[in-house]
Each structure stands twice: as structure tokens, then as C-alpha cells.
């Protein structure tokens, strides 16, 4: 079983939303194993992204500090949890070249173009983007998740593969001028270097159904032509009083504080 699971993105201590992700595939993964599947899971981590630089410009400090620190504490916490270690953790960082890669192969194909430095995933091009979250592009519009204010942008439902470089930011070398990679790009070159042009099982939370897989799926099925992914799973929120638990609501809960208090099988259960 060839699987990919989305991991957290190392810009804080794992909370308790990051373990039910965890710990929920993990259950689903030792059953599998139990009726002697053999499964190649593969768990990222994403070091280079939005949130990162922001962490980072806020504590002073390099994305790759930031990165070192969290993901140090992501893995105390997983094995406390008593997680099972991924076949491979892939970092973002560590694949930018092959991702740039990536990139040309989609504009090379007719589904990517650059302007002003950033590159771009031209939606209209696939047309079946919409088909896990099922939508169609023109009510993304309608409901105001396209960015309709970038004038660098063909069509507002286009996202970011490269991201032209900006003051203060980490950057790298490519055809398109100094810069980074865009989100979803990162996980769609990782999986597929790992497992291959389909994958059996593709898990992430809830969140990530609209626009991360999404995207994932236009990218890596525009390369290859093939299914990206056989079998997608999504977990649900926790919620907290009612409200989902979040950093921007700051009702969330650390695990290194959490097991101060209760032991890892207490609260794998509560979550589980």
C-alpha cells in the first residue's frame, strides 16, 4: 500500500489538531499492517512555506532555525504518542531543485505560465479541477476564494507554483529568477518521487480538501496523464467548546503539555 500522508507544517509546537491527524491515520495504518498489508507511508514536513516566514520574521530568527527547533519537537511528541515512524519523512527544503523540475515539465505541457517572476498553474487548462472538493471554477469564484486582486494572474483561480522573491525571505536559483515554491507544489513532487505517478491512499485533514488537494491532484495528473491518488481520506476537526480549535482562535492545546497531565493512551483514546 503506497501512501501519503500530509504532515504538520513545523512552524509551532504539535498541538492537539496535529495529533488527531496523527494519530487517526496511524490507527487506520496498524490495521492494515495487522492483515499484513505492506504499507509505505511516507509523512512530510513542510519546512518552507507561508507561516514559516512569518514565525520567523517574527522571532528574528531564519526559517531554517525555526524549522530545526519544531521539527525536533514534532518528533519528541510523535513518540510519545507511541507513533509509528514514517517509511519516509521528506522535508520540503530538500527538494527544491526537483521541484523546479517539476514546474518546467508543467510549463512545458501548457498548464503553467510565469509572469513577473512567479509562476502560475493555469486552472482552466484541467478540467477537472473541482472534482474532490466538487466544485466548478466559476462558483470558487462566486464564493470569493479566488484571488481576484493579482493582476499578475491570468484567471483568478490560478495558483502559485514559484513565488518570486521578496525582501526577507529564503530563496533559491531557477529559470524564473530567485524565489520559493508554492505549497501545494511541494507535496505533489514528494509523493510522487516517493510512491510513485499513483498512490494507493492519500490522507490530510479536512482543511486541506480545498485548495491543497485540489491542487494536487491538477498538478500531478497534468504531468503524468494517470490518477494521483486511489483512495482519499480526510479527518475531521476537534472542537473546542464548539469552535473548531485553532492558533488563530488560540484555543488549542500543546502535546508536551497535554502529556504532563494525561499518559499517550489516555490520549490517543479522547482523540482517537
Not at 513577473?116 to 472538493?133: A, I, M, Q, T
Not at 520559493?180 to 505533489?188: D, H, I, K, N, Y
Request: a neutral charge; proline letters at 3%; aromatic letters at 12%.
Amino acid at each position: 500500500v503506497r501512501w501519503y500522508n500530509c504532515g504538520p507544517t513545523v512552524n509551532g509546537l504539535m498541538h492537539l489538531g496535529h495529533a488527531r491527524s496523527a494519530v487517526a491515520f496511524d490507527i487506520i495504518r496498524r490495521y492494515l499492517e495487522y492483515r499484513e498489508y505492506k504499507v509505505r507511508y511516507i509523512m512530510n514536513f513542510t519546512d518552507i512555506e507561508d507561516r514559516m516566514i512569518e514565525v520567523a520574521t517574527n522571532e528574528k530568527r531564519s526559517v531554517l532555525e525555526v524549522a530545526e527547533e519544531y521539527l525536533r519537537g514534532f518528533r519528541r511528541d510523535m513518540s510519545a504518542l507511541n507513533l509509528k515512524e514514517a517509511t519516509i519523512n521528506p522535508r520540503a527544503m530538500l527538494h527544491i531543485n526537483q521541484m523546479i523540475e517539476f514546474i518546467q515539465k508543467l510549463e512545458e505541457k501548457g498548464y503553467a505560465y510565469e509572469s513577473k517572476g512567479d509562476v502560475y498553474y493555469d486552472v482552466r487548462k484541467f478540467e477537472e479541477y473541482g472534482k474532490l472538493s466538487n466544485q466548478k471554477i466559476e462558483n470558487i469564484l462566486k464564493e470569493g476564494t479566488g484571488d481576484t486582486e493579482n493582476p499578475k494572474k491570468r484567471f483568478a483561480a490560478d495558483f502559485a507554483l514559484w513565488k518570486a522573491k521578496k525582501p526577507g525571505e529564503p530563496y533559491w536559483p531557477s529559470p524564473w529568477g530567485e524565489g520559493r515554491v508554492g505549497w501545494s507544489l511541494e507535496c505533489s513532487q514528494m509523493s510522487m518521487m516517493y510512491l510513485g505517478d499513483t498512490i494507493d491512499i492519500h490522507s490530510g485533514g479536512q482543511d486541506l480538501i480545498f485548495p491543497h488537494h485540489e491542487n494536487e491532484i491538477a498538478q500531478s495528473e497534468a504531468l503524468t496523464g494517470k490518477t494521483f491518488a486511489k483512495f482519499w481520506m480526510h479527518n475531521g476537526y476537534i472542537n473546542i467548546n464548539k469552535e473548531k480549535m485553532s492558533k488563530s482562535l488560540g484555543n488549542f492545546t500543546n502535546i508536551v503539555d497535554l502529556l504532563k497531565l494525561y499518559s499517550a493512551d489516555a490520549v490517543r483514546i479522547f482523540i482517537a
